[in-house]
């Protein structure tokens, strides 16, 4: 191991250190000694856990052995509740340095009702502390890596605007103490089989584009469960591979030595902390045990390399260090480690006395437990439309107009939203701008048009072609208090950001037990109906995500509603989907005047488009005025009273609509856009057959697209997508039943 005499040590008791003279990169004996104490700690935590899990008192392990030095050594370097954390299953030496401790280890492990990381919901070794700024970790493999990112970009823009810090009434800001450091570091864990997946090279790129302070570090146990590195990495090394990126801080450890570790952190958050671009740690160290307990390495790892492992055990050898460097003598390791087993005793005892979570707590923080989106109390009504100067009525705007309007407003009331996306800045070379050479984009449909011009290149920028960049980015950003407005420019290419929409975003508050949240605004261009859109720019698939708990959906079909939902959508404390229909956006339908900046909609409120008595068609989007053509037909034709209903929400969705309207006209017809079978119309029309059997007086039919894809010639388009004769005739077929 390192050793050096240091006549200025640096960090954590600078002055101590200064009095006993030698230090070991900086480090004191004390230190070195307390390192010790917390990666035995950390290695006798896995042992009892390991043997709890074999005992049938604990449901799963995960063990962070063979990494301890490194961790202890990031744990040392950095600053629990000042710089942020991204650690991931192996961190646990990390998390007792920065400050946990094994008893609130072992109450995840058992899911106690008390485990505060989770409440028991999720895995052990599932970090989650806001005391210390651990976020809540998730069980995917890299899926933190972007989101870190977010987070260092959200602390570099608090730092620029500190107002925007403040807390604020009557939206998401009364909930979350926001805190930020002008020098913090954003610290990113993961194994050498995650740097494989593409999120990690998202957030390597974006990272040293935009000089973030964030400290990868990749923890190189050379498997990925049975997969060799060889395998995983071109090359076998991943800091060859990366070398080549920009305004990095580079370093390749030993990471089974703390003192050479801690060097480099050092190092490394120096780089970060001046603001000159992140840093990446590149850690080889071992893997003791296998994978998990659910994996048995000797079926793929021969004897003599796991041999070769064990001669490199961290704990080993720092205790053969300490003794050679007359920091602890035998009796005093023999002390230590007594002491620490003494302790875990205690924590074990205490967390198999703890009660488990009760059944009736499923349901807790799967949406805010602060702001209801649903509350009646947030509608307000449009302001009057302000004359223009010559006296007339201001004209009806587009959707398109209006959401551009909204977003400029709340911008304007907000300073936490930032708007990024592909596409959505003005321009991004901003010289242009300023010298007025060119009027600026946008956005592919123009909704953000000159939100950069009016609010600054801070707040609203372009995003890398990467939907998983803008998403985990956006979730990270949330999680820390801002209020990301991001963009996917087609709801077609939504699937990139499919890990960060199905297994992040929506959970990041129910997995941490409220601990943390990330209340961000998706919003999508979605739907067909385009001629010529083809496959790839009419898809819709809402359903995907109303299935998913823990995020709303919303999907207006007019220019008023666009304009009061998203504003809900933006004060809102939990995260939104917000989905806008590409052939609404500047359709003669549903045009309004703008309805000032404090209109609002809640969710879950649908609206009766068109009130009658003798059928129920429940739909939304853009068939909601193919429905109404259909309707005000069949009421020319023959007198029949149909009563349309537009959800608008679909997450929450208005039960008490559709129930009141059904019960009165025994009749239903659930239409929408996407293909028919296991669509979201299948939910309400299930839900009407079970709930509102005994009204009926005809089968619950639905209308929707055919069980393909939308093509690109128009005939095939028509023929595929529902239309005004489609519904005219169910509804005929229906009332004649
Ligand atoms: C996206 C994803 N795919 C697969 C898994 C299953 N899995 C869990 S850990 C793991 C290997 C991770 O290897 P590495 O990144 O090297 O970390 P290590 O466990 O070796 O520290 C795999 C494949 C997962 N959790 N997430
Ligand atoms: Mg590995």
Redesign the pocket.
């Known amino acids: 191991m390192a050793t050096k005499t240091d006549p200025k040590p640096a960090g954590v008791a600078a002055e101590k250190i200064r009095s006993e003279g030698k230090t070991y990169e900086g480090l004191s004996r004390e230190q070195l000694i307390e390192a010790y104490r917390i990666m035995y700690t950390s290695r006798r935590v896995d042992d009892r856990e390991i043997l709890l899990k074999r005992q049938q008192k604990i449901f799963f392990q995960i063990s962070g052995a063979g990494?301890e030095a490194v961790g202890v050594a990031a744990g040392f370097a950095l600053k629990p509740g000042y710089d942020w954390f991204y650690p991931?299953?192996?961190d646990r030496a990390l998390c007792l340095t920065l400050g946990a401790t094994p008893h609130e280890m072992l109450l995840m492990a058992v899911g106690a009702a008390a485990d505060r990381q989770s409440g028991g919901r999720q895995m052990p070794s599932h970090w989650s502390f806001p005391k210390f700024n651990v976020v809540t970790q998730s069980?995917?493999?890299?899926?933190q890596i972007l989101q870190a990112v977010g987070c260092a970009e959200g602390g570099r823009y608090l730092a620029a605007h500190p107002q925007a810090a403040k807390k604020s009434e009557g939206d998401y800001r009364q909930f979350k103490e926001v805190k930020f450091q002008r020098d913090e570091v954003t610290y990113v864990s993961?194994?050498?089989?995650?740097?494989s997946?593409g999120e990690f090279w998202e957030a390597m790129n974006t990272a040293s584009n935009r000089k973030l302070p964030v400290l990868f570090v990749i923890?190189?146990?050379g498997?990925?469960?049975s997969?060799p590195v060889e395998v995983?990495t071109a090359g076998g090394n991943i800091s060859r591979l990366v070398a080549g990126f920009p305004n990095f801080h580079f370093e390749e450890i030993d990471g089974t030595d703390p003192v050479a570790c801690y060097a480099a952190f050092v190092r490394t958050a120096a780089h970060c902390r001046a603001g000159e671009g992140p840093g990446f740690i590149h850690a080889h160290v071992i893997?003791p045990y296998s994978?998990s307990l659910s994996d048995d390495e000797r079926l793929y790892r021969p004897d003599a390399e796991r041999n070769r492992d064990a001669a490199r055990d961290p704990i080993t050898r720092m205790q053969m260090f300490l003794i050679r460097e007359s920091i602890l003598d035998e009796n005093g390791i023999n002390k230590l480690e007594k002491q620490v087993e003494d302790d875990l005793q205690v924590a074990v005892d205490q967390a198999l006395d703890a009660p488990p979570p009760t059944p009736d707590t499923i349901a807790l923080y799967v949406y805010s437990p602060n702001l209801d989106p649903t509350d009646s109390a947030l509608q307000r009504e449009p302001a009057s439309p302000v004359p223009a100067a010559d006296g007339k009525k201001l004209a009806p705007k587009t959707m398109a107009d209006l959401i551009n309007a909204t977003l400029r407003d709340e911008m304007r009331r907000d300073e936490r939203i930032v708007i990024f996306g592909e596409d959505v800045a003005d321009c991004s070379r901003q010289q242009y701008l300023q010298e007025k050479l060119i009027k600026g984009k946008g956005g592919v449909f123009k909704l953000t048009y000159g939100l950069q011009n009016d609010f600054g290149c801070d707040r609203v920028f372009n995003s890398p072609l990467a939907e998983a960049n803008i998403v985990g980015r956006a979730v990270g950003m949330a999680t820390r208090g801002m209020k990301p407005v991001v963009e996917i420019q087609f709801f077609d290419y939504i699937w990139p950001a499919m890990?960060q929409l199905r297994d992040e975003l929506p959970l990041i508050r129910w997995r941490s037990n409220n601990g943390f949240s990330s209340p961000c605004v998706i919003r999508v261009a979605i739907g067909g109906y385009l001629t010529g859109g083809a496959i790839y720019h009419s898809q819709c698939g809402e359903s995907i995500f109303t299935h998913t708990p823990g995020i709303r959906v919303v999907f207006p079909s007019n220019a008023l509603d666009a304009a009061g939902l998203l504003r809900t959508a933006i004060r809102c404390d939990d995260p939104v989907l917000f989905l806008e229909h590409k052939r609404l956006y500047r359709e003669t339908f549903g045009r309004a005047a703008y309805p000032g900046p404090d209109y609002m909609i809640p969710f879950g409120k649908a609206k009766v488009v068109q009130a009658g008595t003798d059928l129920s068609v429940i739909t939304y989007g853009a068939v909601v005025p193919r429905a109404l053509q259909a309707a005000q037909k069949l009421e020319r034709e023959q007198g029949v009273k149909v009563e349309l209903i537009d959800l608008r929400c679909l997450n929450p969705f208005d039960w008490e609509t559709i129930a009141a309207s059904v019960s009165k006209t025994n009749r239903a017809i659930v239409a929408y856009e996407d293909t028919l079978s296991w669509g979201y119309g299948a939910e309400i029309a299930a839900r009407i057959a079970d709930q509102l059997f005994d009204h009926l007086d005809a089968p619950v039919r639905r209308v929707a697209a055919k069980d393909t894809f939308v093509a690109y010639q128009p005939i095939l388009e028509d023929a595929i997508l529902p239309q005004a004769e489609d519904l005219l005739r169910a509804m005929k077929e229906l009332v004649e039943y």
């Open positions: 990494h991931y299953y192996r069980s995917p493999t890299g899926s993961l194994g050498d089989g995650a740097t997946e923890e190189d146990n498997y990925a469960i997969v995983q893997r994978h890990m």
